[in-house]
């Protein structure tokens, strides 16, 4: 399938965060600044895998001299399945995997990733130790926190994945697993984790990322963020707990040559003024939203004609009508890529002036 699976012992490949310093020649570290430990590290499984996950510390320990990629050495992750204090797992583990800063790339949500292989015999129940260390322009980091996490036996992907394509989102549906990866049956399913790669009709390949920023209990979902025009791949995973997911399921590609229209925009009402009607909605949150248009028309038998174009308030006055005058009012909403929603509910209403 498309999804790439993560490798043993290897790196995911990209960029390294914040800028250089902008000081010609080699940094000299003054005795009070030194490289601080490795703090932000995170751990799950994901298959028959762990993936180690951590950002670098911003600043040394001065907290003022930014860490600059050119200087930044190679990085050291310990790894022992008995628990032990930081200064000893460094000195009695196995040294898992130890890289140049040239290897190095972030993952879709900034953290730098390695991936570590289970073994069967270690799979169920085992607890796993990690401790990370780097170096900075000739300088050792202090070792980081003995960071752990205890595998389980994962359940099988989901199956079945299918789209179904709505008016302004795509619906994902799937089948539960029904067995773990051993081939027992699954007993408990804790939820869902949805990722996508979005490839535009002018934009490169990106990542698959998550999508679901809490698993989701049901099997489905609605992605309503699909206004761009392109193609959307989407892959789900199921949790055997929130850091236990199975591999992710085979690519499902839906293509939308046009993309999706925003929501409609709903409760109209219109407010008497003494010089004008005074139309006001609940304003849309989506973050692609560009702007509103405010249709008019006379009676119902007649054909809507826009009034105006390009409103980016939740309001508009109506200043072009005459005392005893009836019309009926409609609004639409136009996102980034010109895509317009249907009209909302109809709101009518006759002006009287004072």
Known sequence: MKFRQLVPLALILGSFLGAACGKKGPLVLEKTSSPPPISRVLLHQVGETIVISWRFPDTLTDKKTLLSPELLGKVDIFYSDQELPAAKLAQRSNLFIRTDPDQLKVNPEGYFQAIFPLREKKLAGQHHYFLLQYRFAKRKSPPSEVFSMQSLIPA?????????????????????????????PQVRISGYTVYRRFSG???????????????????????SDVSAPGTYHYSVASLVKPDVESSPSPELIVESLRGFPPETPVSLVIFQAPDHLFLSWNALQEKKFAFYRVYRRRSSSDQFQLLADEIKENYYRDYKLRSGQTFEYAISAVNDHGNESQLSQVAKETFRSN
């Open 201 to 223: 009709t002018t934009e490169e390949k990106r990542e698959f990322k998550k999508i679901t920023p809490q698993p989701i209990l049901a099997a489905s979902f609605t992605d």
């Open 156 to 184: 099988g992907p989901v199956s079945g994945l299918k789209a179904e394509i709505g008016r302004t989102a795509i619906v994902l549906s799937w089948q539960a697993p029904k067995s773990d990866i051993k081939g027992n």
